[in-house]
Structure formats: C-alpha cells, structure tokens
C-alpha cells in the first residue's frame, strides 16, 4: 500500500486489491477460513512453533460432524445406562411373578416316637392389584425418557460445535487481519528506510516505524495464540483435527421456545419417569401377597406304622407396612419435585438465550451496514493521507494513525460479516434446532 513515488490512479488501485472484498456472498467466509490448513508451508510461517492444525474436509458436513461428535461424547456412557435400565424394567413387568420365588426343604426326626418328618414347600411372590400395569408404565416410560434424554444431549453437542466452529472463525480474521497488518508496516518501515537514507525523512521516522512493526508482531503473536485455543477447544470437543468447508445455516422461522425443545421434552420425560415410580411403589402397598405351596412326609421307625403324605396350600398376605414405604416415597418425591424446579428454571435460561440471541442479530443487522459504511470512509481516507504523506504534506504520525483507524475498521467489518452468520447459527441453538 506504500508506494510514495506511485501515481494517484496506481495507490487506489492497490489499496483495492489488499482489502477483502466484503459484497460476496456470505457463504464464502467458512470456505477460505481455512484455506492453509494442510500447506504444512504455510504451517510453518507461524511465529511461534506450537500449532495445534485443523484440516478441511470437504465431504464433512454440520449433521455428520455432531453426528461423529456424539458418539465420542462423554455421556455417552450415561445414555447407555439409562436404556439399559429402561430394558431392566421391561423384563421385570413382563415376569409372571412380582419377585423372587423361594424354595425350602426340611427334615425333622423325634427319636422318643421315632418318627421322621420331611417337608419341602415352594413360595411364590405375586402382583398386586395394578401392580404389574404400574411397572409396565414405569418401563414404557423409562424407554422413552432414554430416547429424549439422548436427543437433549446430542443439543447439547450441537451448541458446542457451533461455538467452536463460529470462534474458530473469528479468530482465523482476526490472524489474517493481523498478518496483513504486519505485511503493511514492513512495506511502511522499507519504505522509510530509504527516504531516511535519501535525507528525505528525520531518523525519528524510521524509529517510530519501527516501534510500529513490533507492536503489530506482538499483536500477530496474540493472534495466533488466539487462533489455537481455539482449533484446541474445537478438537478437544469434537476428538476431530476436520473441520467442514461450509457450515453456515439458515435463520429457522420460530420467534419463541415452545414446549416442544428438546431439553424441555428431556426433563419432562425424567418427571414422568418418577411419578410412573411414585405410582409403582405405592402399588406395592404393605408388600407382596405371597402363595405358599408345600408337601409333608410323616414315617414311623415301626415297619407297621403306615407312611403318611400331606399337600398344604397357603397365601401370606402383609398388612401394617405403609410406615415402612413412607420414607422410600419421600425420597421419591424430593427427586421429583427437584426435576420439576429445575424445568422451571430450565424454561426462564431458555427464554433468556433466545432473548440474547435474537437482540444479537438485531443489533449485528445494524452494526454490519454501519462497519461496511466506515471501512468505505476509511478507505478513502487512508489514500488520501498515503498521498498527503508522500509529498509532505503531513508526518508520519498522523498516517499512523489513519492506518490503525482503518485497519480497525477493516477488521470491524470483516468480523460483523462472520457474527452474523454465528448470531444464526446460535439463534437456532436457542429455540432447539438442530442443523
């Protein structure tokens, strides 16, 4: 941008091509993000040797990412107890009997009348009324809960890999703006150099050029630094060093949470599940009605005496149990009543991440046209203090400044283009979308 012995006509059209045209298509901003991923080259042009490198894939798509996502993400673990107790539940409501049966055998010998006694009786546990359809419907719900408890998370996961992906855009701007930034001030500080060595320029200039050229170091240095936290949380989430081509994603029509969002149907799904035990235990009422089926031989040592069998039937019904149940129904009922204050809460953070998200695009709306309109007035003014600066006109200083106003600039606007499409991608985070 720096050529003060360039003709007016040849400085604009220069100034033209460093800046990023900003009128294309948004859809190009994910694709050319990452352009340099696999140039190990290019890799290598970083200032500082730690590179955590992500690659584009362009066969990887939004729903395939979370996808890959998911089935690496640590509730995994946790969903596949749930369906494995749900299958637990079914197996016990579809049991003939409502618990265990036991068996015992016995043998008794009184030697003063020498006679033997052997006895063996089976006892079996049966459902009470309503009881088996109780635990049916725990099982029914159980399931399903499973079901809606994965589509929660995988969200969940979603939420994570739309931030991740959406920072890790901005922070690749960002390292691009700073790189051009930098490839300016050397251009600058060449420049100075030789009107100093020409006795055009005081030796103060070529200082402060430099002071100049070492701050946007740094500031490329931060950059970078910026840029791989951000590809290592990226990573760390997805247990991916890909990245898709293109992920944006369009605005979905819903203007409010509805009662059908995933992480609201999730912990309504959990309350039912307690209610569905609350009604299966007290089903159980005092306990299990229990049938008692058994046989008993009766032997003398007399080979005159006769053998005697005998077959006995009996039902041991319980009564008097309800203190005891009590107290497994309170816990119940805490861990219920603790799912129903926490979807309440869930509903308000709900309606507070759409209310953010949607001012965010509002006001982003706003701030994309107002950033387009400066970078343009900036621009402008930027080549008219390069040709002021040329002849003479004005220091060093006050193009300094003009050009960190205009680099901001520049910078703004790029950055408002990619919000805007984040803004999206987090609104439709917000009223439960999936890509």
């Given at each position: 941008?720096?050529?003060?012995?360039?003709?007016?006509?040849?400085?604009?059209?220069?100034?033209?091509l460093?800046i990023?045209?900003?009128t294309?298509?948004?859809?190009?901003?994910?694709?050319?993000a990452f352009?340099?991923?696999?140039?190990?080259?290019?890799?290598?042009?970083?200032?500082?040797p730690?590179?955590?490198?992500?690659?584009?894939?362009?066969?990887?798509?939004?729903?395939?990412?979370?996808?890959?996502?998911?089935?690496?993400f640590?509730d995994?673990?946790?969903?596949t107890?749930?369906?494995?107790?749900?299958?637990?539940l079914?197996?016990?409501?579809?049991?003939?009997t409502?618990?265990?049966s036991?068996?015992?055998?016995?043998?008794?010998?009184?030697s003063?009348?020498?006679?033997?006694?052997?006895?063996?009786n089976?006892?079996?546990?049966?459902?009470?009324l309503?009881?088996?359809?109780?635990?049916?419907?725990?099982?029914n719900?159980?399931e399903?809960?499973?079901?809606?408890?994965?589509a929660?998370?995988?969200?969940?996961?979603?939420g994570l890999?739309?931030?991740?992906?959406?920072?890790?855009?901005l922070?690749?701007?960002?390292?691009?703006q700073?790189?051009?930034?930098?490839?300016?001030?050397?251009?600058?500080?060449?420049?100075?150099?030789?009107?100093?060595?020409?006795?055009?320029?005081?030796?103060?200039?070529?200082?402060?050029?430099?002071?100049?050229?070492?701050?946007?170091?740094?500031?490329?240095?931060?950059?970078?630094?910026?840029?791989?936290h951000?590809?290592?949380?990226?990573?760390?989430?997805?247990?991916?060093?890909?990245?898709?081509?293109?992920?944006?994603?369009?605005?979905?029509?819903?203007?409010?949470?509805?009662?059908?969002h995933p992480?609201?149907?999730?912990?309504?799904?959990?309350?039912?599940v307690?209610?569905?035990?609350?009604?299966?235990?007290?089903?159980?009422?005092?306990?299990?009605?229990?049938?008692?089926?058994g046989?008993?031989?009766?032997e003398?040592?007399?080979?005159r005496?006769?053998?005697?069998?005998f077959?006995?039937?009996?039902?041991?019904?319980p009564?008097?149990?309800s203190a005891?149940?009590?107290?497994?129904?309170?816990?119940?009922?805490?861990?219920?009543?603790?799912?129903?204050?926490?979807?309440?809460?869930?509903?308000?953070?709900?309606?507070q991440t759409?209310?953010?998200?949607?001012?965010?695009?509002?006001?982003?709306?706003?701030?994309?046209?107002?950033?387009?309109?400066?970078?343009?007035?900036?621009?402008?003014?930027?080549?008219?203090?390069?040709?002021a600066?040329?002849?003479?006109e004005i220091?060093?200083?006050?193009?300094?400044?003009i050009?960190?106003r205009?680099?901001q600039?520049?910078?703004?606007?790029?950055?408002?283009v990619?919000?805007?499409?984040?803004?999206?991608?987090?609104?439709?985070?917000?009223v439960?979308?999936?890509?």
């Amino acid at each position: 941008m720096y050529f003060l012995n360039t003709p007016k006509s040849q400085l604009l059209s220069i100034s033209c091509l460093q800046i990023v045209c900003l009128t294309s298509s948004l859809a190009l901003i994910p694709k050319i993000a990452f352009c340099e991923e696999g140039n190990n080259k290019q890799a290598q042009s970083f200032m500082v040797p730690h590179i955590d490198l992500v690659v584009v894939d362009t066969a990887l798509t939004l729903p395939k990412l979370i996808d890959v996502t998911m089935q690496k993400f640590p509730d995994v673990s946790w969903l596949t107890a749930l369906e494995e107790e749900a299958v637990a539940l079914a197996e016990r409501g579809q049991s003939w009997t409502a618990g265990a049966s036991q068996a015992a055998v016995g043998y008794q010998s009184m030697s003063t009348f020498k006679l033997n006694y052997g006895t063996a009786n089976v006892q079996v546990p049966l459902w009470n009324l309503g009881q088996r359809d109780a635990q049916n419907n725990l099982a029914n719900k159980a399931e399903t809960s499973a079901d809606l408890q994965s589509a929660s998370v995988k969200l969940r996961v979603a939420g994570l890999v739309r931030g991740a992906l959406w920072a890790i855009s901005l922070a690749n701007i960002r390292h691009d703006q700073a790189k051009a930034e930098l490839a300016i001030s050397e251009k600058l500080l060449a420049t100075i150099k030789r009107r100093v060595e020409s006795g055009d320029l005081p030796r103060a200039d070529e200082l402060l050029a430099q002071t100049e050229l070492l701050q946007k170091r740094s500031v490329l240095t931060q950059a970078e630094a910026e840029l791989m936290h951000a590809r290592k949380r990226y990573t760390s989430i997805t247990q991916l060093n890909k990245i898709p081509s293109n992920y944006e994603e369009q605005l979905v029509p819903l203007k409010e949470v509805s009662q059908n969002h995933p992480s609201l149907i999730a912990i309504n799904s959990q309350i039912d599940v307690k209610q569905a035990e609350l009604t299966s235990i007290k089903a159980i009422g005092s306990g299990q009605t229990n049938v008692i089926a058994g046989l008993l031989s009766d032997e003398g040592a007399d080979a005159r005496s006769n053998k005697a069998e005998f077959f006995n039937v009996g039902v041991v019904v319980p009564f008097g149990g309800s203190a005891h149940t009590q107290p497994h129904l309170a816990a119940i009922n805490v861990e219920l009543n603790k799912l129903i204050a926490e979807r309440d809460q869930l509903y308000r953070d709900l309606e507070q991440t759409h209310h953010e998200a949607e001012h965010n695009l509002e006001v982003n709306k706003v701030e994309l046209d107002n950033a387009n309109e400066q970078r343009k007035v900036s621009e402008q003014l930027l080549t008219m203090t390069e040709l002021a600066f040329s002849v003479g006109e004005i220091g060093l200083m006050d193009l300094l400044k003009i050009q960190s106003r205009t680099q901001q600039a520049i910078l703004a606007a790029k950055e408002r283009v990619v919000m805007m499409q984040r803004d999206k991608a987090l609104y439709n985070q917000a009223v439960g979308m999936m890509p």
